[in-house]
């Protein structure tokens, strides 16, 4: 069955430190994959999303992720954090399911920056 | 602008009623969703809508119920029936049907059983 797992239900990190967000997948073939964000009490907005090609693909806010198909991994990266950058954030799968196509999301990984 | 609106953003139910959250879109997308969000959990689907007058059941269908009775507009039904509905509501939508199209989302509404 198609999931999606992050590991890390929660970090911290300092502003201006690098952040890499990680996010595993199961799935029989290539996904569409993406990664969402939430602020609090809010709805998700989408940071980057792959389909094919490239395998480091670009978002918005600064963002990047890189999709490495022998450790069905999806993670996100940043550079330098900045504290407007502490939110919700959610990976997910775009599969093909057994009774219907569906979009899986992860758990969430909640992060936290120290000022 | 375009965009989602839910309403209302807070919502208090006492137990044994039925509530109904409002979802419109103004994006002319044609599927839309309706997710449950539960800490720790990330999101989960209870139904879907490709077209007007026509959804399906998501995973967690069973205490909901919907309509699609215009493009813009995807209200959910929160039964007496849902055991546990205390939750936080999430509606998107996206203009394709396919798992590849982007969802955009509303800004939620948080229900609260008492």
């Known amino acids: 069955a198609q999931s999606v797992t992050q590991p890390d239900i929660h970090i911290t990190v300092s502003e201006g430190a690098s952040l890499e967000l990680r996010c595993n997948y199961s799935?029989?073939?290539?996904?569409?994959l993406f990664w969402y964000v939430q602020s609090p009490g809010q709805g998700l907005q989408l940071l980057l999303k792959?389909?094919?090609?490239?395998?480091l693909v670009q978002g918005i806010k600064g963002f990047e992720a890189e999709f490495k198909r022998s450790q069905s991994s999806f993670n996100l990266r940043k550079p330098s954090v900045h504290w407007s950058d502490a939110a919700e954030y959610f990976c997910?799968?775009?599969?093909?399911?057994?009774?219907?196509?569906?979009?899986?999301f992860g758990p969430g990984t909640s992060l936290s920056v120290i000022p | 602008d375009g965009g989602i609106t839910q309403s209302p953003k807070y919502l208090f139910r006492k137990e044994g009623q039925n509530v109904t959250l409002s979802c419109e879109q103004n994006?002319?997308?044609?599927?839309m969703y309706w997710y449950r969000q539960d800490p720790g959990q990330g999101l989960r689907l209870i139904y879907y809508?490709?077209?007007?007058?026509?959804?399906q059941k998501g995973d967690i269908a069973e205490g909901y119920s919907v309509s699609r009775e215009k493009k813009e507009s995807f209200p959910l039904t929160v039964t007496s029936a849902q055991k546990n509905p205390t939750a936080f509501y999430l509606c998107?939508?996206?203009?394709?049907?396919?798992?590849?199209?982007?969802?955009?989302f509303g800004p939620g509404t948080r229900l609260t059983v008492l």
């Open positions: 799935y029989g073939a290539t996904p569409y």
């Open positions: 809508s490709q077209i007007v007058n026509d959804f």
């Open positions: 997910a799968v775009g599969a093909s399911g057994t009774s219907y196509d569906k979009v899986i």
């Open positions: 792959y389909f094919s090609g490239d395998t």
């Open positions: 994006l002319n997308h044609d599927a």
């Open positions: 998107a939508s996206s203009a394709g049907q396919g798992v590849g199209d982007t969802q955009y």
